[in-house]
Nanobody, 114 residues
Framework: QVQLVESGGGLVRPGGSLRLSCAAS??????MGWYRQAPGKQRELVAT?????STNHADSVKGRFTISRAKNTVYLQMNSLEPEDTAVYYC????????????WGQGTQVTVSS
């Protein structure tokens, strides 16, 4: 069975850093990424990474967040965090050979507050 488990969320002060991890298992994955959803808002794309290592970051996090990947795990290094970054962060992965199928992790809470 396919499983994505996020970790690393928590409470951090503005300007601080946090590193999220997503451990994926049960399949061979193609593009993976991070999304986030704040209360009352739609889920939005944060960053994606292909099997070859090509990345794409949303304008709102560019220069502050960095997505990376190693084996079955995808990471999101978050620096210079702002209150606007507060949200539940979700890991997403597409299945190799069938990119129409996407799986989601359970989400991890990130709270940026003074």
């Amino acid at each position: 069975q396919v499983q994505l488990v996020e970790s690393g969320g928590g409470l951090v002060r503005p300007g601080g850093s946090l590193r999220l991890s997503c451990a994926a298992s049960g399949a061979i994955f193609s593009t993976m990424g991070w999304y986030r959803q704040a209360p009352g808002k739609q889920r939005e794309l944060v960053a994606t990474i292909t099997p070859g290592g090509s990345t794409n970051h949303a304008d709102s996090v560019k220069g502050r967040f960095t997505i990376s990947r190693a084996k079955n795990t995808v990471y999101l290094q978050m620096n210079s965090l702002e209150p606007e970054d507060t949200a539940v962060y979700y890991c997403n992965a597409r299945i190799y050979g069938d990119s129409r199928i996407a799986y989601w992790g359970q989400g991890t809470q990130v709270t940026v507050s003074s």
